[in-house]
């Protein structure tokens, strides 16, 4: 069997951009890009509308039509792309073992760039207004003109709600925060500041029981869990920072992963095993944006090519 020099696991933003610098290098690599686990082809972008912060284009770009613009590029330079996903990864020596459905494949280094699944409700509602007003990212969509000075809502209880409601400030009339329980899991800090701000409103023990609105989100239906009193308040977006799951249960008990499941690395990429290496979502907790994941498949691309010259 060929012993591939580098296999990339993942097709988002990370992946495609480590396939690009290792086609260049010269390494073939084989970018195994899934298919149904942790996402689709192309990754998280290929679910949203605009975007207006990855450099390069100033009149922002569809994510889907990014995502194949940077397939293209990766396959100019013989990157080999096979939508597949991995079911199981051997990394416990080299060559690293990674097997899909109908093949298995042999490499002397490998690159996680699994990412992550932002959790969602997985309501009727939710998949109505997605783009339309509900979104999962407010770094990713809160400048957008749709929630300029309009009431936005977000849904959570932690550090990065606490972060997206301060964000949304910027942005919205009046932010109201909503959570299901009394108790924030949020940092002290983080919590005081929110409760500080006047643009912020908060309401506990609140849920999400609808979305209203003609054709984009215009109002939310919440239930107060201590009295079990309903009402509607006035919204045209609605932030969900109920957390994310990175892409990393394959590789779990054989490199090393943080408390929440991402993937550790040393800050250039590296894992702590020789020739695996990690970049984006499925490393990084505190960014989660196309440009930095972009930037860490770089990392990963050069650390591999470096690792193979050694
Ligand atoms: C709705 C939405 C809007 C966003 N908007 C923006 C924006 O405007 N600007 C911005 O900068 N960022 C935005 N983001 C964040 C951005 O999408 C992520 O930061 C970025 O996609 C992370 O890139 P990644 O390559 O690390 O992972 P992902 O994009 O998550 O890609 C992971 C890849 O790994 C694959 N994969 C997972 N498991 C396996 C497996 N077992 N085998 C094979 N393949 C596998 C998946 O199929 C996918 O191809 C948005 C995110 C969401 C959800």
């Known amino acids: 069997m060929d012993i591939r020099n580098t296999l990339i696991i993942g097709s988002g933003p990370a992946g495609y951009t480590a396939a690009v610098y290792a086609a260049r290098a010269g390494l073939k690599p084989l970018v195994l890009g899934g298919f149904l686990m942790g996402g689709q082809s192309g990754g998280q972008l290929m679910t949203t509308t605009e975007v207006e912060n990855f450099p390069g284009f100033p009149e922002g770009v569809p994510g889907p039509e990014l995502m194949d613009r940077l397939r293209r590029q990766a396959a100019r330079f013989d990157a080999e792309i096979l939508d597949k996903d991995v079911v199981k990864a051997d990394l416990s020596r080299p060559p690293f073992r990674l097997t899909t459905d109908d093949a298995e494949y042999l490499a002397k280094t490998v690159i996680l760039a699994t990412g992550a699944t932002a959790r969602r409700l997985n309501t009727e509602a939710e998949t109505r207004f997605w783009n339309k007003g509900i979104s999962a990212c407010a770094t990713c969509d809160g400048a957008l003109p749709l929630f300029r000075n309009k009431p936005i809502a977000v849904l959570g209880g932690g550090d990065s709600a606490m972060e997206e409601t301060l964000f949304l400030t910027r942005f919205g009339s009046q932010v109201i925060l909503l959570h299901r329980r009394n108790e924030f899991r949020a940092s002290q800090i983080m919590l005081d500041r929110v409760r500080r701000h006047p643009k912020v409103s908060i309401k506990t023990p609140y849920v999400l029981e609808d ?84 930037g860490m498949g770089c990392m990963a691309a050069i650390q591999a090519e470096r690792y193979l010259e050694a």
């Open 211 to 294: 979305a209203l609105g003609e054709n984009l989100l215009e109002k939310i239906r919440v239930k107060n869990l201590a009295t079990g009193a309903v009402e509607e308040l006035a919204a045209n977006g609605l932030f969900l920072a109920i957390g994310h799951e990175p892409n990393t249960s394959l590789f779990k008990g054989q490199i090393e992963l943080d408390e929440a499941g991402y993937v550790k690395t040393d800050g250039h990429a590296r894992t702590n095993i020789p020739g695996v290496f990690a970049a984006g979502d499925c490393v990084d907790h505190t960014y989660r944006q196309a440009v930095t994941a972009a």
